[in-house]
């Protein structure tokens, strides 16, 4: 009796295997569909080392209820494994890697997990004792996820930019055999060389195998995705765009392989409106082309999710919910009324099918992601007229519709701002020098009037969140950051006493070479710095201007331009009086300090009165920007100095003794 029980659960369990068995690739494709990275988190040489914390379950919770259905986890082994055989790797990193892709298995999500940043392998394939190394790390990999869900795919290596198209060929087959000991039908995803680009993916072999996918990289194209220049968006750009999907399809076709296009972004200080233009295009791609995606997400430039929080910013929504037919070609403009010069805005879009819902239109102010619907509008409708809105503030808007079977369609956001006419003081009045400039306190005024900003959002959005200048919040303070060459900032000041200032600025930075300078209009004085690197990005060291600064007394402008590419941090500016140049202050005492003549080819005669005579004076020379060049002591009522070997130019001469501090302004020609 008990063989013939045995017998029949074996056979159920051979007849049920293939209905519920091992995914297909082409099934694991349309289940992983759209699908986020957790980037920068278990690939630097420790978690947590680089600009993220330790990975949080947390961050799982927030991709399950933003609607992604898969999760790529890159992961560096090379810090946690032995240099020499058996290179066993750490129990402790092993177990939390587990642990992070349990927490996405436990959510029913797809699970990618890579070797990534393996760079002591790239660099040196030919190293037999390298590549036995590789060899273990996937040894052990394969042999402790053995038994999870099919749900979890392995991908051999990302990115093995330095190897040759043939070593790569090599490393995808061997370590898929060393897999397929363990996982003979996991599915296993490889790539091309280089940066895993899809020309470098049509380059490789395809290995033997069922159970196979390809996976490609794109940030197309560079120079905008990846360092924020220009704009994006012109026909020609989408065409480009999507050839290269049909390429990628062309090939999948060919050699019946289904895609993984596993990292594509833009950094965040790209132009705003073409940021969300590229992401909506490559979502609509990937669906149209039948490929799942892992939009590339490292907490910092390419940030998609602010894990300070687990709350989303504007991109989420095209992740989730851009498809082939959601409105498109979505734009805003300025168009005052023409009579009364009321601002108002003007939003169209394109509507690519008919038979959708309402289309509900919402707005934000500024950089928040807080919109509230201003409009429900028919579902043929294709632009409409914002009047409520005012000088000196950003908008941003966005709509949506649903099919007839309850698809949200999101289009894209679109985002303006109205610039203001008239420049005015941050706090009414202007900031007084000799003090502290707080840099958040810029004027108002707006893009291109009292700032200039390459982006048009404020990307850490922690004060003034509806202008263009990156301000973040720091402590009970604020902070200028994601400064880029060619922007400028302006302050309307108050120079209490004309003199030589010296100028200290508080900055951090994990980088060196920073630069930015300050400039003044009443008399066109300006001084620069160069920032170190202070050891982190909020690590902040006070430094000082590179030279004082005259400044004229009275209400002006000052402008803070950065003036270099390296990344730098800035809190505040602090001015300091050195001397005092107030010559209407000195009108009672000048007779008693004369220089003659003024201006001189050479000599100049000093003449001093008896009773100034009788101190211990000091003359000391000093350029137009405050560095002091010469030094003489003069201790008799008449004296000639020499200034044969002085450059050509302005010098202030500065008679100092324990009880005055006299300054005149010479000219040598």
Request: hydrophobic residues 35%; aromatic residues 12%; glycine residues 8%.
């Amino acid at each position: 009796m008990k063989n013939s029980y045995l017998f029949l659960m074996l056979f159920l369990l051979f007849i049920v295997q293939p209905i519920f068995g091992q995914l297909t690739p082409e099934q694991a494709i349309v289940e992983m569909g759209r699908g986020i990275n957790l980037g920068n988190t278990l690939e630097p040489p420790f978690e947590g080392s680089w600009n993220n914390g330790p990975a949080q379950e947390s961050y799982f919770d927030a991709y399950e209820t933003a609607g992604f259905s898969n999760i790529r986890i890159p992961v560096r082994w090379d810090q946690h494994t032995g240099n020499t055989a058996p290179y066993t790797i750490n129990e402790n990193w092993m177990d939390r890697v587990e642990q992070v892709v349990d927490w996405g298995l436990e959510r029913g999500f797809m699970i990618t997990l890579n070797g990534h940043h393996e760079d002591w392998l790239k660099n040196n394939y030919t190293n037999q004792n390298l590549r036995a190394r590789y060899d273990a790390i996937w040894t052990q990999i394969a042999e402790r996820f053995q038994n999870k869900s099919d749900r979890l795919l392995f991908e051999i290596i990302n990115e093995p930019n330095g190897m040759t198209v043939a070593q790569v060929d090599d490393l995808n087959q061997r370590i898929l055999d060393i897999i397929r000991v363990t996982n003979p039908t996991r599915i296993v995803i490889f790539g091309g060389n280089m940066y895993a680009n899809a020309e470098q993916l049509f380059n490789a072999a395809i290995p033997q195998d069922e159970y196979l996918i390809g996976y490609y990289h794109a940030y197309d194209p560079w120079q905008f995705s990846g360092q924020g220049m220009g704009t994006w968006g012109t026909p020609n750009d989408y065409q480009q765009l999507t050839n290269k999907y049909q390429s990628v399809k062309n090939w999948s076709v060919a050699n019946n392989i289904p895609v993984h296009h596993s990292e594509f972004g833009a950094i965040h200080s790209c132009d705003y409106n073409s940021r969300m233009r590229i992401y909506a295009h490559n979502v609509e791609q990937c669906i149209a082309k039948g490929f799942a995606f892992s939009v590339w997400d490292d907490g910092g430039d390419f940030r998609v999710l602010n894990r300070g929080n687990n709350t989303w910013p504007e991109v989420k929504d095209i992740l989730m919910h851009y498809h082939e037919d959601s409105p498109n070609q979505i734009f805003s403009s300025f168009t005052p009324d023409p009579i009364t010069e009321e601002p108002a805005i003007l939003v169209e879009w394109n509507n690519r099918v008919t038979g959708n819902s309402n289309i509900i239109l919402e707005r934000s102010l500024g950089n928040s992601n807080n919109f509230v619907q201003i409009a429900e509008l028919p579902a043929t409708a294709n632009a409409y007229t914002d009047l409520a809105v005012a000088a000196s503030n950003t908008y941003t808007y966005r709509m949506y519709t649903t099919r007839a079977d309850g698809t949200l369609l999101h289009g894209y956001p679109t985002r303006i701002r109205i610039n203001a006419t008239v420049q005015s003081p941050f706090n009414g009045d202007p900031i007084n020098i000799p003090g502290e400039l707080e840099v958040e306190e810029y004027d108002f005024g707006g893009e291109g009037l009292a700032y200039h900003d390459n982006e048009a959002s404020n990307i850490p959005n922690g004060f003034r969140t509806g202008e263009g200048v990156d301000i973040g919040a720091l402590g009970d303070g604020f902070i200028l950051e994601y400064v880029a060459i060619g922007e400028w900032i302006k302050y309307t000041v108050n120079v209490t006493e004309a003199g030589i200032y010296s100028v200290k600025g508080e900055v951090a930075s994990e980088v060196s070479n920073g630069a930015f300078s300050i400039g003044f209009e009443q008399n066109g004085s300006s001084t620069s710095f160069h920032t170190p690197s202070t050891g982190g990005w909020y690590d902040f060291q006070e430094i000082s201007a590179n030279n004082t600064i005259e400044l004229a007394a009275g209400e002006q402008e000052m402008r803070l331009d950065i003036t270099n590419d390296n990344p730098f941090n800035l809190d505040k500016l602090t001015f300091t009086l050195e001397t005092s140049t107030n010559l209407d202050a000195l009108d009672n005492i000048k007779h008693e300090f004369t220089v003659s003549p003024n201006p001189t080819n050479e000599f100049i005669n000093i003449k001093l009165s008896e009773s100034l005579a009788n101190y211990n004076n000091r003359l000391e020379v000093f350029t137009i920007t405050g560095k002091k060049v010469a030094t003489f002591q003069i201790n008799s009522s008449a004296t000639q100095i020499n200034l044969r070997d002085f450059d050509n130019g302005f010098y202030f001469l500065r008679l100092v003794n324990d009880d005055l501090n006299l300054v005149e302004r010479i000219m040598k020609f």
